[in-house]
């Protein structure tokens, strides 16, 4: 048994650090952040790009949602850090039984719901059996192998498994996890009744969310008073708003746009891990790509490095698991960048002249494609390129798995589980990998859990069931007033209880 304690120190702030990229021409001066006291009347702007659609975070999925609500208006009783690791949040702590298959949670005291309502475990209970029995809300299927959820007094939750599941506690760190009161009955698509530091203020669709101090908030209270999130889906027009001093942040920079603001030495630039996987897929089912000799041709004949380098943010990588998830192991010599044994395969395989269609959703520009079209027309491989509004992707790809090659960023973290899914659109079926997945989700040691993890993510990248263009990074651009901006895995969700910005 082993029991994690809350820590209730407010996030501390983040070392910026200027990124230079290869496009600049020079090094600017660097960026003075202020040294200034935090001025708690302050308002914090930030630009992000995508809005949601409501704000139902129960019933709707997406980054853009929990990107803002988890953590700042709702909590679970775990949360997540920037490093991906599980942390208590309204629990104060928690025990899981050796067997993994009892988890006791004591909730932290003097917890109340922005209604003012006190939380107790009551409310616990009625969140999760929503979340254990109605198919509508987020995270029904993790919650497939509970058995019960009790709670023996009002400050005690336990959740008892009919089998372990290493990802269970993590799937409380996500909508599944969040607590709402009982019986309420506040409309969740355009309101709130969190527990979080923050309350909504405003919402002015296709412009901003405004939240507000909630200042009878249980732990540390915010540092600023309000913040306001800008949406500017254009990324030369976020730039520009940065630039004309309308943001204090600015999220998703564009790699190609960043010197404007590097050079205006207004703004640090600091780049963020993800656990944003650049898949570029393979109908394993259709030939010639039922080949495993052909998807490995097309592995070796991309340049990684040159890819990431054109891309402008990120990292290589090689299989399905990022750094920042367990089992994480650097499979670089599965696929070393080798056109001229690429040619071999190809033409082992009987495809040296290959014609191919590459079907991406057509938001995501044109740097990726043109890489890969270059790259396959050096072996032999002839790639016509297929841009496609998202929801056509989603009917032809994802749904009918009508294609050869694809290209999207998978931001989940903690989705290996799709290539041990059979029915995936990868069309990848391999009983072992399926066999390791399903004995690492059983293991109740975290180590001995990883280690499962990593042989069969090797499995599949041996497999070639698919190529890791890259692991995505995230470009943001803060104002040097502004302290303890998270820097990792803010595409999925940004926590600024700790945020301060300096009186100017």
Known sequence: MFRRNRRLAVLSALAATAVILSACAGSPEPVKTSTGEPDLDATL?????????????RRTSGAAIEQILIDNIYEGLVTRSQDNEIEPRLASEYEVADDGLTYT????????????????SADVVASYEAVRTDQTLQGNAEFANVASITAPDATTVVITLTEPNQNFLFTLTGPAGLVFQSGDTTDLQTAENGTGPFTLENWSKGSTITFARFDAYWGEPAKVAEVVFEYIPDFTAGVNAALDGSLDVLTAVDPNLAPQLEDS?????????????????FNNAKAPLDDA????????????EGLVEAVGAGATLYGPIPELDPGYEDLSDVAPYDPDRAKELLAEAGQENLDLTLTI???????VPQVLVSDFAKVGVTLEVDAVEFPTWLEDVYTNKDYELSFVLHVEPRDFGNFADPDYYFNYDNPEVQSLYADALAEVDEDASAKLLAEAARLVSEDHAA?????????TAVSPVVTGFPQDSINSRINLAGVAKAAE
């Open 467 to 475: 190529d890791w263009l890259y692991n995505g990074a995230t470009i």
């Open 361 to 367: 959703p057509s938001f995501y520009g044109t740097t």
């Open 45 to 57: 702007t930030v630009g992000l790009v995508l809005e949601p659609t409501n704000l139902d975070i």
């Open 105 to 120: 949670f004591t909730l932290n005291p003097e917890v109340t719901f922005h209604s003012g309502t006190a939380l107790t």
């Open 293 to 304: 000799r052909v998807r490995e041709a097309l592995r070796l004949a991309i340049d990684h």
């Open 265 to 281: 030495g207004d703004f640090t630039l600091t780049t963020g891990r993800t656990t944003d996987k650049a898949v570029l897929a």
